[in-house]
């Protein structure tokens, strides 16, 4: 199940792998103990949709702008192999992110990003928890990542662990982590 209430997004497994193959999960709006839960999805998105292009405006957003940074044309159409994995509040796009894979058992998890208004509220952490179901219901057994250095601690608190020296990407200092998923 993934519900918001009270700020918080919470996920259940079970209910993800249930639901996988609908490439899908969705919430309608749900009375729950008193508290209002709001429509709420976490989906794999169709490249180049129009869920695909709000996905895109957010990295945007998020991830190149502060850095004076636009994304190459030439990049994104590698996207076309990955999985894209949003969350959605209604039609909006709050969080995101990207596997690619690396080989038969390993995929790479990128372009993690919140919405600003909803960082630390538990939805970054959600859409981590959807995307190692996705990566496992694919037969992946490893995740790795480049972490910004300044989000280190995010994936430290999911498992991941420092696998690599400090190295720059996008002009930032960057650490290589990795967690076994099987
Ligand atoms: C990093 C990011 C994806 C995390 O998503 P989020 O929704 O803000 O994170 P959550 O609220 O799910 O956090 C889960 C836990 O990690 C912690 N956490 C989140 N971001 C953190 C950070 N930058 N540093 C240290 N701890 C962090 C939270 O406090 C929370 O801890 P708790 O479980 O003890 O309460 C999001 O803040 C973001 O988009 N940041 C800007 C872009 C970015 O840096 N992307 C990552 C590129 S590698």
Same mark, same amino acid.
């Given at each position: 199940?993934?519900?918001?209430?009270?700020?918080?997004?919470?996920?259940?497994?079970?209910?993800?792998?249930?639901?996988?193959?609908?490439?899908?999960?969705?919430?309608?709006?749900?009375?729950?103990?008193?508290? $209002?839960? =709001?429509?709420?999805?976490? %989906?794999?998105?169709?490249?180049?949709?129009?869920?695909? @292009?709000?996905? *895109?405006?957010?990295?945007?957003?998020?991830?190149?702008?502060?850095?004076?940074?636009?994304?190459?044309?030439?990049?994104?159409?590698?996207?076309?192999?990955?999985?894209?994995?949003?969350?959605?509040?209604?039609?909006?796009? $709050?969080? =995101?992110?990207?596997?690619? %894979?690396?080989?038969?058992?390993?995929?790479?998890?990128? @372009?993690?990003? *919140?919405?600003?208004?909803?960082?630390?509220?538990?939805?970054?952490?959600?859409?981590?928890?959807?995307?190692?179901?996705?990566?496992?219901?694919?037969?992946?057994?490893?995740?790795?990542?480049?972490?910004?250095?300044?989000?280190?601690?995010?994936?430290?608190?999911?498992?991941?662990?420092?696998?690599?020296?400090?190295?720059?990407?996008?002009?930032?200092?960057?650490?290589?982590?990795?967690?076994?998923?099987?």
């Amino acid at each position: 199940m993934v519900y918001w209430r009270k700020n918080k997004v919470f996920v259940e497994k079970k209910m993800i792998n249930r639901q996988i193959d609908m490439k899908t999960l969705i919430f309608n709006r749900l009375q729950f103990k008193n508290d $209002l839960i =709001c429509a709420m999805a976490l %989906k794999i998105i169709d490249y180049n949709s129009e869920q695909y @292009q709000q996905m *895109v405006a957010l990295r945007t957003e998020v991830l190149r702008k502060p850095l004076g940074l636009v994304y190459d044309p030439a990049d994104l159409v590698k996207e076309k192999d990955d999985i894209l994995i949003g969350a959605f509040d209604d039609d909006r796009i $709050l969080g =995101c992110c990207i596997l690619t %894979k690396v080989d038969s058992n390993t995929c790479k998890l990128r @372009q993690m990003a *919140v919405h600003p208004s909803m960082q630390r509220n538990g939805l970054g952490a959600s859409i981590m928890n959807f995307a190692e179901n996705v990566a496992r219901d694919a037969g992946y057994t490893k995740m790795v990542l480049h972490a910004r250095k300044t989000a280190s601690k995010f994936y430290e608190k999911l498992g991941y662990a420092v696998n690599t020296g400090e190295f720059i990407e996008v002009n930032l200092p960057h650490l290589g982590m990795i967690k076994s998923i099987f």
